[in-house]
């Protein structure tokens, strides 16, 4: 089992800036990737980016790049979530997510961390 659990959500204005962090515990060495998605109200949750646990490569949504970047900490098991230039259509609720095979989904998750930017 792996355990998550992201901080760092808050109320920002718009143009702002915002870091999540999501702190990996359990059977970690299992993990293969590491994800952010986020779900507004009233839509489906939806994927912002990810980031390979061993090399770091990144992937990130049309709709962020640019103005988000993923980074990981593997001494303290740590995913971030760095957040730039935030608009308020970006409010939503932000998941991290752990996958555990190449050939899975992501099959562990946070509780989620509010995020609201007000304009």
């Known amino acids: 089992q792996v355990q998550l659990a992201e901080s760092g959500g808050g109320l920002v204005q718009a143009g702002g800036s915002l870091r999540l962090s999501c702190a990996a515990s359990?059977?970690?060495?299992?993990?293969?990737?590491m994800g952010w998605f986020r779900q507004a109200p009233g839509k489906e949750r939806e994927f912002v980016g990810e980031i390979n646990w061993s090399g770091g490569s990144t992937n990130y949504a049309d709709s962020v790049k640019g103005r988000f970047t993923i980074s990981r900490d593997n001494t303290k098991n740590t995913v971030y979530l760095q957040m730039d230039s935030l608009q308020p259509e970006d409010t939503a609720v932000f998941y991290c997510?752990?996958?555990?095979?190449?050939?899975?989904?992501?099959?562990?998750w946070g509780q989620g961390t509010q995020v609201t930017v007000s304009s």
């Open positions: 997510a752990a996958r555990t095979s190449v050939t899975s989904g992501y099959n562990y």
């Open positions: 359990g059977r970690t060495f299992t993990i293969y990737r």
